[in-house]
């Protein structure tokens, strides 16, 4: 079972902490937002856009003009900082700040404690554009908060629906004859296996590969496609019709002992010796029906293509695979096989530990718990919308 069917670690958010922690987010905005509709939302852009002006004067010249800098930098930056206080409209928010500071700047020298008046003047228009960056913020915290809310949801419906599933399948009868459904699948994976390990043993590759691309058309029977190279090279060269085995044995030789075997060793080494490890791990296992089985609609639907592949490379259509294949197919027909398949699910999936927390009634209760958490985290979501 995976992990969301376990009792929540310690280190789990709360729900209620995390509703709490979004309600406050959201006060903090309302609060933030206030603050600037109480000024004026574009009267405080215009004045963060004059502060911003006016502070990067200060960083361009405060270090050359305090003390005993150069004279003629030291007008220069009183020019500027006049013309920037002389170009305020009479009715400018914080002007007075502004024009303080343009009087306290116009001296014949500046020191670091003339700076320091300067930004206390500055203050309250400092404070006035805080106002912006501190909804910024909040929105921020608000959104980060939200996110959290919607994570923690996200986790708790995972975990619901994997509790769920564990509350299926404990109630699943888990002395139900599943056999009745494992023979016939056993029975077919042992011959379909044994049946293509010949085919692969004892036909040459040639054919064994022009299966394989065939079986590109049957989506529930899951072969990985042959390599264009070896096939184009099983196809036009003489080896083409040797067995895997054989074929996988020539890979292995120098190409002076290949001289020997094949017309043009260089041809055999470059598209068959990269390709060993495909060739090896060509197997029966995308032929076979997994145990516990699937559900009876998509056992029909992979019987149907598995016959149609697996009599593409058998003798007769009377096989010993196709034949058991056959049966498996009948098995929702002739058993009562959700029920059967439900009981396989369970025991394979069901531990020791899952089977105690299902007879104790853990399992009950933290459903009821997560479905609960989840619930409330779906009613503060709609409560505070994105932003």
């Given at each position: 079972m995976s992990d969301t069917a376990r009792p929540r670690t310690s280190g789990a958010p709360d729900a209620e902490a995390l509703v709490a922690d979004l309600q406050a987010a959201r006060e903090s905005l309302r609060r933030a937002r206030d603050r600037v509709a109480a000024v004026g939302e574009s009267e405080l852009e215009t004045l963060s856009d004059r502060y911003d002006e006016l502070t990067a004067l200060f960083d361009r010249y405060e270090e050359r003009v305090?003390?005993?800098?150069?004279?003629?930098?030291?007008?220069?930056?009183?020019?500027?900082?006049?013309?920037?206080?002389?170009?305020?409209?009479?009715?400018?928010?914080?002007?007075?700040?502004?024009?303080?500071?343009?009087?306290?700047?116009?001296?014949?020298?500046?020191?670091?404690?003339?700076?320091?008046?300067?930004?206390?003047?500055?203050?309250?228009?400092?404070?006035?554009?805080?106002?912006?960056?501190?909804?910024?913020e909040a929105r921020e915290d608000y959104r980060e908060a939200r996110r959290a809310v919607e994570q923690r949801r996200d986790e708790l419906a995972e975990r619901v629906a994997d509790l769920e599933r564990l509350q299926r399948l404990g109630e699943a009868d888990l002395d139900a004859p599943v056999e009745r459904l494992r023979d016939r699948i056993e029975r077919y994976n042992d011959r379909v296996t044994g049946a293509f390990d010949e085919f692969t043993d004892e036909a040459g590759v040639r054919t064994v590969l022009a299966w394989l691309a065939k079986t590109e058309a049957y989506p529930l029977v899951d072969f990985r496609s042959p390599p264009e190279d070896l096939r184009e090279y099983v196809e036009t060269h003489e080896p083409g019709t040797e067995p895997i085995p054989e074929l996988l044995q020539y890979a292995e030789y120098s190409?002076?002992?290949?001289?020997?075997?094949?017309?043009?060793?260089?041809?055999?080494?470059?598209?068959?010796?990269?390709?060993?490890?495909?060739?090896?791990?060509?197997?029966?296992?995308?032929?076979?029906?997994?145990?516990?089985?699937?559900?009876?609609?998509?056992?029909?639907?992979?019987?149907?293509?598995?016959?149609?592949?697996?009599?593409?490379?058998?003798?007769?259509?009377?096989?010993?695979?196709?034949?058991?294949?056959?049966?498996?197919?009948?098995?929702?027909?002739?058993?009562?096989?959700?029920?059967?398949?439900?009981?396989?699910?369970?025991?394979?999936?069901?531990?020791?530990?899952?089977?105690?927390?299902?007879?104790?009634?853990?399992?009950?209760?933290?459903?009821?718990?997560?479905?609960?958490?989840?619930?409330?985290?779906?009613?503060a979501l709609d409560e505070h919308p994105r932003e």
């Open positions: 305090t003390g005993d800098g150069d004279f003629g930098t030291f007008i220069e930056f009183q020019g500027k900082v006049a013309e920037f206080t002389e170009g305020l409209p009479e009715e400018s928010r914080r002007r007075d700040a502004f024009e303080g500071v343009d009087d306290l700047l116009q001296q014949r020298r500046l020191t670091e404690s003339d700076w320091r008046r300067v930004r206390e003047r500055l203050e309250p228009v400092r404070e006035d554009v805080d106002r912006l960056r501190e909804r910024r190409r002076s002992k290949l001289d020997h075997y094949v017309a043009d060793p260089d041809a055999l080494k470059r598209n068959v010796a990269t390709h060993r490890t495909f060739l090896r791990r060509l197997d029966a296992d995308p032929l076979t029906v997994a145990w516990p089985p699937p559900p009876a609609d998509l056992l029909a639907y992979r019987c149907r293509e598995l016959e149609s592949v697996v009599a593409r490379f058998v003798e007769d259509g009377e096989s010993d695979p196709l034949v058991a294949l056959r049966e498996v197919r009948a098995l929702p027909r002739e058993t009562d096989y959700g029920h059967l398949r439900e009981s396989a699910r369970a025991r394979a999936q069901l531990g020791a530990d899952e089977r105690e927390r299902l007879a104790s009634g853990a399992v009950r209760a933290a459903l009821e718990t997560a479905r609960a958490e989840r619930e409330r985290l779906d009613e």
